[in-house]
């Protein structure tokens, strides 16, 4: 009988007598092993130059980063190329933006334009094809996005406040104005040649000062020196004495209004008289000046001053003519008030006169004084 086949029967495997503190060991001793100084200098190189790379790497991607930026505060101006014509904002120089972009190229930005002490700001062009002197109304987005200073840093403008921008578009015109004496000189008399000069400027401008003038533009023909405040005749301009110089009034005080300068230098006929002397009246009586039988019937009650007594006028002129209102035994200056049937009842405020000698004036502050007074009904008929 045939012997049958023998299946071999794998025995149990032998078991490890390795522990994981062997691992542990083995693995110490392989990075012990890698300790060398060309493995150590090796991965030192190649530390030096991927930490400052993954850091470069880190910066770029951050400053990078789009971010939305709201409510930024930018100065601008507007600018016009067209010389024929003057451009006037009517409100605020400072927009306030809303950008997006990224946010290395947003700080730069805003830095150029609002950063130091002289921000270079926006420079907004206005259209040439605007309306001459008439106020317009232009919208701010379409202008503020067209700027390079955005478009080239890949920057957008979402939103401008104000949204849009109101101007006055005037045509530089040149007027005539008067050569006058400043009101200063009050014992000057002086004739000019020539006797006006031209102004340049906004149309508007010097509508509005030709109005606040009284319907005359005039610049003020000035002068200093010592010489000239003694009294005498003086022809300018002359060796030895200042040159006639051209002010601006009060009224034309606007740098864009200039003085065209004349060819030739301004010629002035001067007569100086003798400076005006200052007196101060402490006690001015107050007149009543009324229509014939109106104080017959009413009488002048005072509310303010409380009799009809104004303290401390000043008033001025000529030394002789002020030295002669000093004297104790001549007459004083008096005030004077006008009283109408108008005036019957209620309570009233008006100016009062002055009756002064010829080429005493008042001052300014004491000009235009008011009293306040009623005219009441006699109770008792005034005594014949």
């Known amino acids: 009988m045939a012997d049958s086949p023998q299946t071999s029967v794998p025995g149990p495997r032998p078991t490890s007598t390795r522990s994981w503190r062997d691992d542990v ?14 493995n150590l200098i090796a ?26 930026y709201n409510d930024e505060p930018v100065p601008f101006e ?74 080239d840093r890949g920057i957008t403008v979402l939103s401008v ?21 400043p ?11 020539p006797s006006t000069v031209k102004l ?10 030709e109005q606040a003038l009284g319907g005359q533009l005039a610049v003020h ?39 065209v300068a004349p060819p030739e230098k301004i010629r002035a006929s001067v007569d100086v008289r003798q400076a005006d002397k200052t007196h101060l009246v402490r006690s001015m009586p107050i007149t009543i000046d009324a229509t014939d039988g109106l104080l017959e019937k009413y009488k002048v009650e005072w509310v303010r001053p409380t009799a009809p007594v104004l303290q401390n006028v000043t008033i001025s002129g000529p ?30 405020s008006k100016i009062v006169l002055y009756d002064l000698p010829d080429k005493v004036k008042v001052g300014d502050e004491d000009r235009n004084r008011t009293v306040e007074f009623r005219l009441v009904p006699w109770t008792t008929p005034p005594s014949q």
Request: no cysteine; glycine share 6%; net charge positive.
């Open 161 to 181: 406040q104000p949204a849009n921008l109101t101007l006055q578009v005037d045509e530089k015109v040149e007027r005539d104005a008067n050569i006058v004496l």
């Open 319 to 348: 030394p002789d003519v002020i030295d002669t209102i000093e004297r104790p035994d001549l007459p004083k200056p008096k005030a004077r008030l006008v009283v109408t049937p108008q005036d019957v009842g209620d309570r009233r």
């Open 43 to 68: 991965k030192a190189k190649t530390l030096a130059w991927v930490a400052p790379l993954t850091l470069l790497i880190w910066i770029y991607a951050e400053r990078e980063q789009v971010a939305i």
């Open 78 to 151: 507007l600018v016009s190329g067209n010389d024929g014509r003057f451009i006037t904002l009517k409100q605020d120089t400072n927009l306030i933006l809303k950008l997006t972009g990224p946010r290395a190229a947003v700080a730069n930005v805003l830095n150029d334009l609002r950063g130091g002490r002289n921000p270079r700001g926006l420079q907004l062009e206005v259209p040439s094809t605007l309306e001459l002197n008439r106020e317009t109304s232009l919208p701010a987005l379409p202008m503020v996005r067209s700027q390079r200073a955005f478009i």
């Open 25 to 38: 060991y083995a693995e110490w001793n392989r990075f012990r092993a890698s300790l060398t100084r060309e």
């Open 183 to 193: 009101p200063a000189r009050k014992n000057v008399d002086a004739s000019f040649v």
């Open 221 to 259: 023909g000035d002068f200093s020196g010592d010489l000239l405040r003694q009294p005498g005749h003086y022809d300018l301009p002359k060796p030895g004495l200042p040159d006639v110089v051209l002010r601006k009034p009060t009224e034309l005080q606007d740098e864009r209004i200039e003085i």
């Open 200 to 209: 340049r400027g906004p149309l508007s401008a010097l509508q509005r000062a």
